[in-house]
């Protein structure tokens, strides 16, 4: 079974920049498709970016092409978040998922998410 952990989330002011990390103790994250989504007060969850080794790297919002970027650390077992020039818009809960495939649209397995809250 496994069990993503998200870290890194934190308090940052417009402009700034954080990184958000997604592990497994359980599993290599190597052979999955690993997404990040993430979630504002009042809305729906939704689609950030996305790895995989098949599909390279898929934006699922326009509005982080540019300033968000994802990455892996075989070694580390870990999957990035960098985030640039954070707005107060992107202040969320951020959540990473696996699954096969990125265009699939179906996650398998969930972390328990890491609040980002971007303000002045």
């Known amino acids: 079974q496994a069990t993503l952990a998200e870290s890194g989330g934190g308090s940052v002011q417009p402009g700034g920049s954080l990184t958000l990390s997604c592990t497994d103790s359980g599993f290599t994250l190597d052979h999955y498709a690993i997404a990040w989504f993430r979630q504002a007060p009042g809305k729906e969850r939704e689609g950030v970016l996305c790895?995989?080794?098949?599909?390279?790297?898929?934006y699922f919002t326009d509005s982080v092409q540019g300033r968000f970027s994802i990455f892996r650390d075989s070694a580390k077992n870990t999957v990035y978040l960098q985030m640039n020039n954070l707005k107060p818009e992107d202040t969320a809960v951020y959540y990473c998922?696996?699954?096969?495939?990125?265009?699939?649209?179906?996650?398998?397995?969930w972390g328990q998410g890491t609040q980002v809250t971007v303000s002045s």
């Open positions: 790895s995989s080794s098949s599909e390279g790297r898929t």
């Open positions: 998922a696996a699954g096969v495939f990125c265009s699939a649209q179906d996650w398998n397995f």
